[in-house]
């Protein structure tokens, strides 16, 4: 049996369920965060106990204004919270960092909209979306049963709902970890997708490159469905 160890609760006042109040996350969002090393563990007193500090929920709350207000994946957050610059030149970092500013300016803050109704509407469930931000597929705040959502994610839940009404249900495996496949593709894709850009357009004023940027998104958003789909459908016509 491991000693209790003694910690400074000055230092670490928090236990893992003040944390939750206090960022508005579920514990699994949290323990997620940690095994990525996003978060740095708490102070472990024994096996199943740990105290938290402040510097533990200003890093949570600077993830989520990460995710919310700059749309970052948590690949490039956990890289900039470790000040990774192995994937970029400087240069080609000095010029994403003015793009990125650009882009955030023309930017107001993100509605939020009640997750409950919308769950109702599309026949989803509330471990759907408690599952979904655990695996960081969408991003929820407030507490459960108040749980909020960008605006601009509400096409996710509708599009679950569709694949359930479908027929892929819970009960034939299909839960929002099939949707972990695609955010990992996804997170690779925009690594290399800001490699390759930053070092073509490193010469482009950053307004203009900002500009193409925004006209860039949809088009990109397009090719990656439709050629997909027939990828997807040419894969199984040969099979």
Known sequence: ???????????????????????????????????????????????????????????????????????????????????????????QRRFLLDVKERVAAGRTHEELVEATPLLRKHGLEQRDLEEAAKLDVIAVSGPKGKRRIAAADVWMLELWGELRAAGFSRELGFTPSVLAMYQHVVATLIQREAEVFGARLRHVPPDRAAEMFERAVPLIGRFLARFHERKLRTFIAEL
């Open 1 to 91: 049996m491991s000693p209790v160890r003694a910690i400074d609760r000055r230092a670490f006042p928090y236990r893992m369920k003040d944390l939750c109040e206090l960022t508005g996350l579920p514990r699994q969002a949290i323990h997620f965060y940690i095994q990525e090393g996003l978060v740095p563990e708490g102070r472990k007193t024994g096996r199943n106990m740990a105290y938290y500090g402040e510097a533990h929920v200003a890093r949570i709350r600077l993830i989520r204004q990460l995710q919310h207000e700059r749309f970052l994946p948590l690949g490039a957050i956990k890289a900039m919270l470790e000040e990774r610059d192995d994937a970029f030149t400087p240069e």
